[in-house]
């Protein structure tokens, strides 16, 4: 894990980065390009990390549903815990967007999350950044299709 960010439904977020040190040694050609510049590169140890989460997390109460557009955040996620000696609660769920909404509402999802990246400027491949972007085109197909 490099970075995580988080948005909640009520727009409060959340972003962490890890100290390059514990994922350096690991990251593909992909992170090192794309993920790595940007970075405000105030990382802090893994287990701290893991733990600012899983605080986080649980202040949005007991259950969590976690959306992201690739399993691999989800295995990520799951590892950076178990590495540094935590558990996944059982209350936490996750899903994969878009699939986690009806088929019809893909395409909302999906021009959504573009719209977000250019009406904001932010760049994609930035954890916080791809969160909000995440929230808004969830909230923004279940619009669409009200």
């Known amino acids: 894990m490099v970075s ?5 439904e009520d727009n409060e977020a959340f972003y962490v980065e890890v100290e390059e040190a514990f ?12 993920v790595k510049p940007l970075l405000s590169n105030q990382g802090m140890p893994a287990s ?4 600012k989460i899983i605080d986080w997390l649980n202040s949005k109460g007991p259950e969590a549903t976690l959306i992201s557009d690739s399993d ?4 990520i996620l799951q590892n950076h815990l178990q590495r540094t000696g935590y558990q996944w609660p059982d209350l936490w769920h996750w899903e994969m967007a878009p699939n986690h909404l ?3 509402m893909h395409h909302a999802f999906d021009c ?24 808004d085109a969830h909230l923004g197909a ?5």
Do not use: C
């Open 102 to 104: 009806p088929s019809k």
């Open 72 to 75: 691999w955040d989800l295995r």
């Open 23 to 34: 994922w350096r040694s690991g990251a593909s050609q992909f992170v090192l390009d794309h």
């Open 112 to 135: 959504a999350y573009q719209a977000w990246f250019l009406r904001s400027g932010h760049k994609q491949h930035h954890a916080l950044n791809d969160a909000k972007a995440l929230r």
């Open 48 to 51: 701290e990390v893991a733990s």
């Open 4 to 8: 995580a960010g988080f948005v909640a």
């Open 142 to 146: 279940i619009t669409a299709n009200e």
